[in-house]
């Protein structure tokens, strides 16, 4: 009989997990709820959203790789602004690690994800640092909001959008902050001159298109995508035509 008790309450804890999971991820669930933009701020920079004080270097970060500390961290430091990883942007250079992008993770089901970011048995937990509705606005992002970067950035970097169109959108939607000529914002403030969003858009394109469609975190920086509703395309458009702002 005290056997039959305790299968009966090891069943009855199984079916509450299991019952807990189907609310998580059931139509209309915290997942269908989750935040899309947020999702892509994270994944860009969720220490600085949190402030964490982290100072030591992530567990599963490279110990042949060039960084160290609170930055590899971040999600973009493994898998790269253009989501491929050691197959992209970061297949050289101070950032490359060798870790693989999340681009593919896309198939992956909303409850894989969530476990493969809450599992305290992994290296890759995050749940003592992003609460629950923070993790699932990632998975949200990398379910639904990762987008192919490489198919519209040539091999020399530049957008192949639509400039003209692309100056529209910016004269409209960026300028107040940027300027008309690009430069109202110094990303480097050093002896150069200014480097303003021409050599941003240069330096980085993949980095640009990812914070053009989602915004900058901590700042007031409108999302493309989502606060301004523009499609995929859209935000090439103004990539391109940002690119040419360069000695303006």
């Not at 090439?236 to 035509?241: G, Q």
């Amino acid at each position: 009989m005290r056997l039959f008790a305790v299968l009966i309450l090891l069943l009855g804890s199984l079916t509450l997990v299991i019952s807990t999971n189907q609310d998580t991820f059931a139509e209309g669930s915290d997942y269908q709820q989750a935040d899309l933009k947020n999702g892509a701020l994270l994944y860009d920079n969720w220490l600085k959203i949190k402030k964490a004080d982290i100072k030591d270097t992530h567990p599963l970060y490279p110990p042949t790789s060039k960084k160290s500390g609170k930055s590899t961290w971040r999600c973009k430091e493994c898998h790269g602004w253009d989501y491929i990883g050691n197959k992209g942007r970061y297949s050289k250079g101070s950032h490359f690690t060798g870790i693989t992008g999340v681009y593919h993770v896309q198939e992956k089901s909303q409850e894989a994800l969530y476990g493969s970011m809450t599992n305290k048995n992994a290296e890759h937990d995050f749940s003592e640092y992003l609460s629950e509705s923070q993790i699932l606005d990632l998975v949200k992002f990398l379910r639904e909001g990762q987008a192919a970067i490489d198919p519209v950035i040539d091999s020399q970097g530049k957008g192949k959008g639509n400039s003209t169109h692309g100056k529209v959108l910016y004269e409209t939607h960026c300028s107040d902050c940027h300027g008309s000529d690009g430069n109202e914002i110094d990303f480097k403030d050093n002896k150069e001159g200014v480097q303003g969003i021409g050599w941003l858009t240069n330096d980085n394109p993949q980095e640009s298109i990812h914070k053009i469609r989602w915004g900058h975190p901590g700042s007031d920086m409108p999302s493309m995508a989502v606060d301004k509703n523009l499609s995929e395309q859209d935000s090439i458009d103004i990539l391109t035509y940002s690119q040419l702002l360069v000695g303006k």
